[in-house]
């Protein structure tokens, strides 16, 4: 089938690829000449596990290619992905500008026939101003051009992103029109032939579902994240209690992990966003307000536990910091944790040394110059000299580091683990004074 992605960024790359690697032919399409240059060069623009071999070969194939002319990108395909950015608003609300340019232009150049599949995450009502936005610029040139709007919203993971999107746990179609949802069950047949993995539902309800995923695993994070901090003040130990309830079959493991907060370019804005939804119903949403003050809270929590250790004076000290990506395998550094607490520390008068395999590039594009960060080209070479060491992304390679050679380098052995990467009582026995979350 011919394919058009419009935007290519995490979402729209790794769905044009996948969907070329089944045999489609697909045109991807960005405003942004740069990443189309990086991407006409044989490279890609981020860093996500498996992307960039599936580019090459499909590429080499001539089964994908990638385009700023979106005249051309609108006469390709018969389906056409919106997978632009939803950023959000001063106010938490999706800024739809971007969804609404890219429903302008394909309305103003399509000649034929056209489903325009809404990707991006964006809020209920949204497919509706897409149509009217491309009835807007049909009716402006005079134009009767057929066409169905419908929602297909993303539910991949960075980091796993290719993986989730060959292997989808679900592909959810809002439509309410039979020959778009015959086209893109069609389009989507290739990942699911193990079992049937298509939820067709209505076009609000496919819009909702994405943002009441989101913050359902938000909620669970938050919920985690404060029942960790209790057990800290009550002596118990959270990782325990996880598993405690986790074997509970209604509960399960997934996504109770306490942690330094959830960050990334999706659980923030969505929350927020969901939230602006609400309350410009006169809805509202007591437990995801919540879960937003609380991982606002918790983005702290690293820095607080270090300026109490140091007697509340981090002035002259220098603090390592192993992770900065928002989670592993991704060089996405949007809303991360890391960002609240290298600005917490430099604020305390500390400086800091960082350390990510992928994410240093994008690291200095953000903190840009300042001499008060350094950045390390290994792990071992982030403590050389520093007072503490603070873990925030559960990178593998820090798994399982020489613990004697950690204690040699810093000069506190001091380690505040954002992620529980390791039991307490090895880390001690190697002569760490190990602070944890929620951990005894
Ligand atoms: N990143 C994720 O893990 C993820 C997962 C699921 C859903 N989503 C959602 O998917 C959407 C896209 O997210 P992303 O992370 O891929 O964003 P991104 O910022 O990586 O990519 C968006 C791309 O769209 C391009 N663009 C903007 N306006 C355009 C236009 N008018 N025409 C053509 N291109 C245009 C931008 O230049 C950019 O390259 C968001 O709504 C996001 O919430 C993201």
Redesign the pocket.
């Known amino acids: 089938m011919k394919v058009t992605i419009?935007?290519?960024?995490?979402?729209?790359?790794?769905s044009g690829a996948c969907l070329a690697e089944v045999g489609n032919d697909v045109l991807c399409?960005?405003?942004?000449a740069n990443?189309i240059r990086v991407l006409n060069e044989g490279g890609i623009?981020?860093f996500e596990p498996g992307l960039l071999d599936m580019v090459k070969r499909n590429r080499v194939a001539r089964r994908i290619r990638f385009t700023t002319d979106?005249r051309a990108?609108v006469a390709h395909g018969t389906v056409q992905f919106i997978?632009?950015?939803?950023?959000p608003e001063e106010d938490g609300s999706?800024d739809l500008q971007?969804?609404v340019?890219?429903a302008r232009?394909i309305g103003r150049h399509m000649n034929e026939y056209r489903v325009v599949v809404d990707?991006?995450?964006?809020p209920v009502g949204t497919a509706d101003r897409v149509r009217e936005s491309i009835a807007a610029e049909l009716a402006a040139r005079q134009a009767a051009v057929p066409f169905s709007v419908v929602s297909n919203?993303?539910?991949?993971?960075?980091g796993a992103?290719v993986e989730d999107f060959m292997r989808p746990d679900r592909v959810v179609i809002g439509s309410d029109d039979e020959q778009a949802t015959h086209i893109l069950r069609t389009l989507y047949a290739p990942f699911q032939r193990n079992h049937e993995r298509v939820l067709v539902m209505d076009v609000r309800s496919a819009e909702l579902t994405?943002y009441a995923a989101n913050a359902m695993l938000a909620t669970r994070i938050s919920f985690m994240n404060e029942l960790a901090n209790l057990a800290e003040k009550l002596g118990a130990d959270i990782e325990h209690v996880r598993q405690g309830i986790g074997s509970d079959p209604r509960i399960g493991y997934q996504f109770l992990y306490p942690g330094a907060g959830y960050g990334?370019?999706?659980f923030p804005?969505?929350v927020k966003a969901l939230l602006r939804s609400a309350a410009d119903h006169q809805q509202e949403l007591h437990v995801l307000d919540a879960v937003e003050r609380a991982n606002e809270l918790q983005k702290h929590v690293l820095s607080g536990k270090i300026r109490r250790r140091f007697g509340g004076k981090l002035q002259g000290l220098r603090i390592a910091l192993w992770g900065l990506a928002f989670k592993p395998n991704t060089d996405?550094m949007r809303e991360a944790p890391s960002r609240v607490l290298v600005a917490d520390l430099l604020e305390a008068g500390a400086s800091v040394c960082v350390y990510d395999p992928i994410a240093m590039d994008e690291a200095k594009r953000i903190f840009g110059a300042d001499d008060r960060i350094v950045y390390a080209t290994s792990p071992m070479q982030a403590l050389d000299g520093a007072d503490a060491l603070a873990i925030v992304t559960e990178w593998k390679e820090f798994r399982s580091p020489d613990f004697a050679d950690m204690r040699n380098r810093l000069r506190h052995a001091v380690v505040f683990d954002g992620r529980n990467l390791y039991e307490p009582a090895t880390a001690r026995e190697a002569g760490l004074e190990y602070h944890p979350i929620g951990r005894l």
């Open positions: 419009v935007g290519t960024g995490y979402v729209g790359l790794v399409a960005d405003v942004d990443k623009p981020i979106i990108a997978a632009v950015g939803t950023p999706a971007y969804v340019a890219a232009s990707k991006s995450t964006v919203p993303e539910f991949l993971k960075e992103a994405k990334g370019s999706c804005k969505d996405d």
